[in-house]
T-cell receptor, first 112, second 111 residues
């Protein structure tokens, strides 16, 4: 099965610090996504990325978030100034038209 | 946007029992996926099933797109089946890859 790889698996950061979550999506997929899951809640869409730009973002994805694909392989989610409520599991996903979406194993972000 | 409802919210099973999980959605969809979230938080793809029936070992799934529901069957459950089961469908008609998740069914299988 195709793999989406995320690093790190767990990150602890101080409130106000910047974090970068990294993802290596499936090489021949063109559509990439970040999702978030606060502990005990459902998985929520954050942002989609296609052709090196954001194609859609949710109301959660405010100015403190940004995404980029700096080198054509890695896909990153940056949170500029973390808040306690940013503590969650963050999932990267890749998708190709007419097929299923594949999710990475997630990064558990803990803001203290 | 589309609404996704899963039932039951919680399920406790004894090892060896069978069960059915349900996913209802409010609009026509061209994509539906079932996931298992294991105790480590990982989302494992179970089925990509826009319509019809598929089987994978002790698990099977059926989607009746015209009636806007999907069912996940677990047969001869094992303790490793414990976790949360999510169904997910496209958020809007033209957003196949952007998924709207249900709230999940928490399954606990006891020895």
């Amino acid at each position: 099965e195709p793999e989406v790889t995320q690093t790190p698996s767990h990150q602890v950061t101080q409130m106000g610090q910047e974090v970068i979550l990294r993802c290596v999506p499936i090489s021949n997929h063109l559509y990439f996504y970040w999702y978030r899951q606060i502990l005990g809640q459902k998985v929520e869409f954050l942002v989609s990325f296609y052709n090196n730009e954001i194609s859609e973002k949710s109301e959660i994805f405010d100015d403190q978030f940004s995404v980029e694909r700096p080198d054509g392989s890695n896909f990153t989610l940056k949170i500029r100034s973390t808040k306690l409520e940013d503590s969650a599991m963050y999932f990267c996903a890749a998708w190709q038209i007419g097929a299923e979406a594949f999710f990475g194993q997630g990064t558990r972000l803990t803001v203290v | 946007g589309i609404q996704v409802e899963q039932s039951p919210p919680d399920l406790i099973l004894q090892e060896g029992a069978n069960s059915t999980l349900r996913c209802n959605f409010s609009d026509s969809v061209n994509n539906l996926q079932w996931f298992h979230q294991n105790p480590w938080g990982q989302l494992i793809n179970l089925f990509y099933i826009p319509s019809g029936t598929k089987q994978n070992g002790r698990l099977s799934a059926t989607t009746v797109a015209t009636e806007r529901y999907s069912l996940l069957y677990i047969s001869s459950s094992q303790t490793t089946d414990s976790g949360v089961y999510f169904c997910a469908v496209p958020r809007m008609e033209d957003s196949w890859g952007k998924l709207q998740f249900g709230a999940g069914t928490q399954v606990v299988v006891t020895p």
